[in-house]
């Protein structure tokens, strides 16, 4: 189970480095609304364009495992 709610993160992240979207999508290469439709869609997953975005806003990720 993912317990990070992503889409939040990536636009509470966006705010705090005060970069749009737009501006993010353009400097890892991809298109506005491809970002957009990542972080607006339901579906939970991370993905390489997850990650370089969280790159671009000076984020690592890491991803832990705990026993349940």
């Known amino acids: 189970?993912?317990?990070?709610?992503?889409?939040?993160?990536?636009?509470?992240?966006?705010?705090?480095?005060?970069?749009?979207?737009?501006?993010?999508?353009e400097s890892i290469g991809t298109s506005a609304q491809y970002v957009s439709r990542l972080i607006n869609h339901q579906d939970k997953i991370l993905n390489k364009t997850y990650i370089s975005i969280m790159e671009e806003l000076g984020y690592d990720i890491e991803l832990q495992y705990k026993k349940r």
């Open 1 to 25: 189970m993912l317990r990070n709610n992503i889409e939040i993160d990536v636009k509470v992240k966006c705010i705090e480095e005060g970069k749009t979207q737009a501006k993010i999508a």
